[in-house]
């Protein structure tokens, strides 16, 4: 599996990304500069990493979502091409019409960074497969914008659809009905606020995240 | 039209009558509003040292391990491999109290970029911050704003936060302390230093624009406050951690070529200090033209864009033709790019603004010959001791331990904590709560063990004693943890070193500081001062903050706090006298500050610890945990708390309860381990000299002593994590 991984001013995330895909897949990712046009041809996975793209100014993810690459991010994405948005690459991903709903300031004003036990809800997807449909796993968070909000027709729909992808079983943010992570309609983009990447060695907090990217190949 | 200098003006510029009678000698000509203002923040303590320089050349800088002492902008110390660690702690009090959020984050910008300027890219962040009585009014302000501050600049960064120090005391409640330390890594074989060399080289700016922000800002720092220091708020910087991390970035790409002769960051002082200290190390001048410094607002003068702290901004020699290659990496970055100056064979330095020279002062002026005191100073009178039995004790000392853990100096700090990205990076081996944090070296199994510590309540009754065990506490936490302590850098808050009584608390503390280094082998290889931390004539206690670093040679085989099972022997190793002055229970549970703190025996230290250490790497040991505040009994409620396991302990009969409990004798640990290792550990400390003592055994929901002192381990951890979520609501 050939994968990328996007480079947006401020993107902070980008390494431990390229890190985890490397040790999975034992090819080295592609960092894929912002600026560019487009993502290469025979890319299979394209992630979107965690950070604070453009200082956050704005609103979350809003200005990395107009950035260049990202027209080419979008055709791939309705082209079918697996696209992973992870903290900010979810931001990025509502941002940029890929998934719905929002990202807001979590309820209590303040960035919280700690392992959080989650609940996988469907394991219908390239990226859940490998976990049990219930499964507890515990997985970090670190953003101070991770709220989840979408009406509730949106949200109505995506637990009809068995699009939620992850709840929290402590809800950390304020989130929508616990939501930690959500897919697409046709379930190859998934965006989510935890960390799979900084859980995939046991000397540095757990190995739940690993059998997310080791789904993929 | 030239402002006359007046000696109102010279008055605000910080400059005595004896100073400015030094700049005219100097120049043998009075100076230009400019240069009076260039002469201001670099004769500034702040940036001069002048109050601190002859003492601080005592201590102990040397050891083989040392690449860079101190005098650059960090310390650099080879760790093996071709790897060198890079750190610096640096203070920004002043900034910090009159605007807590944007203060605590420059401070933690300014530090990285010392950092980063080396070559080193930041891989761990510590901060240690002392805060006044948690019931003052502008506490919880200050509490949340520095807080937030640091979280915000560091998690933008992507820099994990994984150490650090909270502290409150009522002789804070007008001078808040934030110390902020970055420890990076780079290659032995490219350190970036500050000197410049090569006549006619390009001097760059790049980073952010200039505008009219933090001007004054090392002058405010070299000041006492007052009633009115709330005035002083648009003296302070504020940073965008956006911009700092494209420049981090760019600057990491431009180093990886070797495009570059010195860089040096432009922190307090800005232009004027970066400029005078490049000039100063290479023995050579620079000419600067202000009219190419990219400007954030129009109409600025020589003398603000020479004096401005704007942030995000670094000054850069380049070799000469290699300026396209630089500017199209600041380009990618989207960064200014300016070539303001050049290197000249002069000795001076230079300013020119719209075709007139608006400063010109030999650079030697500006280091060198700056003024330099020798302050008179009195020694702390000594303490007498405190006898136990004078101590009033406890019925339930349950009860004790369950009010102390709850205390605002010993609660769980994780309301602080979880607010710092401290997994960012992936390679945090011991997140916050630990002894140490340890963070790998990445992509290899060599891990970094890190801590800050000082006690200033012990500073204030011996700076001397206070001095040495805040070394020795560092020293303690990297070993309990299993780190060879390599190395550390020193924070020196203290109050007016004009004042003799604070002159005496900062020489003893530098005693204490040099007494450690030598005998742990230990040296310093970065620092900072911030004096003149006093609010209308009340001084700050003595904090000399130190931040140290260790190294971890297989991160697989280190040591953590919590009590892991049932049935292991808890062994103590180290001497208990039950020294009770100066200590946490006769401060909160007794309600006074008096007594010596308990001495420091740094052979014991030695000796005690380099057993510990070859426990943890011979895995013979379960948990491990330092004695330090609150003594034996808070070190097993927080072994306890961690591993929600509960331990029955068999106090000895020769000590008085409350003195074995809570006596904060020094060079401890608690230590647990199977029955037989617990046995042939206790054999292997007497062969090696090392007092070691069994006392008692994990297990069950309580933390009991016996004698009918017992209290639930469930009830201790919420009081625990209670006090800081009720405190800021």
Known sequence: MNSAVIVFPASNCDRDAADALAKVTGKPSRMVWHGDASVPDDIDLIVLPGGFSYGDYLRTGAMAAHSPIMKDVVRRAKAGTPVLGICNGFQILCEAGLLPGVLMRNANLKFVCRPVPLVVEETQSMYTRNYAKGEAITVPVAHGEGNYFADEETLDQLEGEGRVAFRYVDNPNGSARNIAGILSENRRILGLMPHPERVCDPLTGGTDGKRLFEALL | ?729
């Open chain 2, 1 to 729: 039209m030239s402002t006359p200098i007046t000696p109102a003006l010279i008055a605000e510029h910080g400059l005595s009558p004896d100073e400015y009678a030094r700049v005219l000698a100097l120049l043998s000509r009075e100076p230009t509003l400019t240069e009076l203002g260039i002469f201001s923040v670099m004769w500034s303590e702040h940036c001069s040292y002048k109050s601190t320089r002859i003492w601080l050349k005592t201590l102990p800088t040397k050891g083989p391990q040392v690449i860079q002492g101190p005098g650059e902008n960090a310390g650099v110390v080879d760790i093996g491999d071709g790897d060198a660690v890079v750190f610096k702690m640096e203070s920004h009090n002043h900034p910090s109290f009159i605007e807590p959020y944007q203060g605590a984050a420059t401070g933690v910008g300014g530090i990285m970029r010392d950092v980063f300027t080396m070559g080193a890219r930041p891989i761990a962040m510590l901060n240690a911050l002392r805060f006044g009585a948690p019931d003052h009014p502008r506490t919880r302000h200050l509490v949340s704003g520095v807080v937030a501050g640091i979280g915000g600049y560091g998690n933008c960064m992507g820099v994990p936060t994984v150490a650090g120090e909270v502290n409150f005391h009522p002789a804070y409640n007008g001078n808040i302390l934030v110390n902020a330390m970055c420890v990076g890594l780079a290659r032995t074989d490219k350190i970036f230093y500050s000197a410049a060399s090569g006549v006619g080289s390009p001097v760059v700016y790049v980073g952010s624009k200039t505008g009219r922000d933090g001007i004054h800002g090392a002058t405010m720092a070299s000041a006492e406050f007052d009633d009115a220091s709330e005035e002083k708020r648009p003296t302070v910087q504020v940073g965008d951690p956006f911009t700092e991390k494209l420049l981090l970035e760019a600057c990491l790409e431009l180093m990886a070529s070797d495009a570059i002769i010195a860089i040096q960051d432009m922190g307090a002082a800005g232009l004027t200090s970066s400029s005078a200290e490049m000039a100063s190390k290479g023995n050579l001048g620079i000419e600067l033209d202000l009219d190419h410094v990219p400007q954030r607002e129009a109409g600025m003068t020589a003398y603000e864009m020479m004096l401005s702290e704007s942030q995000e901004r670094m000054l850069v020699i380049l070799k000469p033709g290699r300026e396209a290659e630089a500017k199209k990496i600041f380009d990618k970055w989207e960064l200014d790019f300016a070539v303001i100056g050049r290197v000249t064979d002069t000795r001076r330095l230079v300013v020119r603004h719209k075709g007139e020279v608006m400063a010109d002062i030999p650079v030697m002026a500006l280091a060198d010959e700056a003024p330099l005191y020798e302050r008179p100073f009195v020694q702390t009178p000594k303490r007498e001791p405190i006898d136990p039995l004078s101590v009033p004790q406890q019925n339930d000392y349950g009860a004790t331990i369950l009010t102390l853990v709850a205390s605002p100096d010993l609660a769980s700090r994780r309301w602080v904590w979880e607010q710092y990205d401290h997994s960012v990076m992936a390679d945090t081996v011991q997140p916050p709560g630990g002894d140490a944090a340890i963070v790998r070296v990445h992509g290899t199994l060599k891990g970094l063990a890190m801590t800050s510590d000082v006690t200033p309540r012990y500073c204030l009754a011996d700076p001397v004693g206070g001095g040495k065990q805040a070394v020795a506490e560092t020293w303690r936490n990297i070993t309990a943890v299993g780190g060879v302590p390599l190395a550390y850098t020193d924070n020196m808050n203290f109050g007016n070193p004009q004042r003799p009584e604070i002159m005496g608390q900062f020489v003893g503390a530098i005693e204490g500081l040099r007494e450690a280094g030598l005998a742990l082998a230990y040296p310093v290889v970065s620092g900072n001062c911030s004096l003149y931390n006093e609010t209308n004539g009340q001084g700050i206690l003595p904090t000399p903050t130190i931040g140290g670093v260790g190294l971890i040679a297989d991160v697989r085989k280190t040591a953590t706090m919590p009590f892991k099972s049932a049935g292991e022997i808890i062994l103590l190793i180290g001497e208990t006298r039950g020294h009770l002055g100066a200590s946490i229970y006769l401060r909160d549970i007794c309600g006074r500050e008096d007594g010596p703190p308990p001495p420091v025996d740094l052979a014991a230290e030695r000796r005690n610890g380099d057993f510990v250490r070859g426990l943890i790497a011979s895995g013979r040991v379960t948990a491990v945990h330092d004695c330090s505040d609150g003594g034996l009994a808070l070190t097993l409620a927080e072994m306890a708390m961690a591993g929600g396991l509960g331990a029955a302990i068999e106090p000895p009969k020769d000590l008085p309860l409350h003195a074995f409990l809570f006596g904060e004798d020094q060079a401890r640990y608690v230590l647990t381990a199977s029955a037989p290792q617990a046995d042939a550990i206790l054999a292997d400390a007497e062969r090696a000299g090392v007092p070691a003592l069994r006392l008692g055994e994990t297990g069950g929901a309580a933390l009991t002593i016996r004698g009918g002192h017992t209290v639930a381990i469930a009830a201790l951890k919420a009081a625990h994590e209670d006090f800081f979520p009720k405190l800021m609501g």
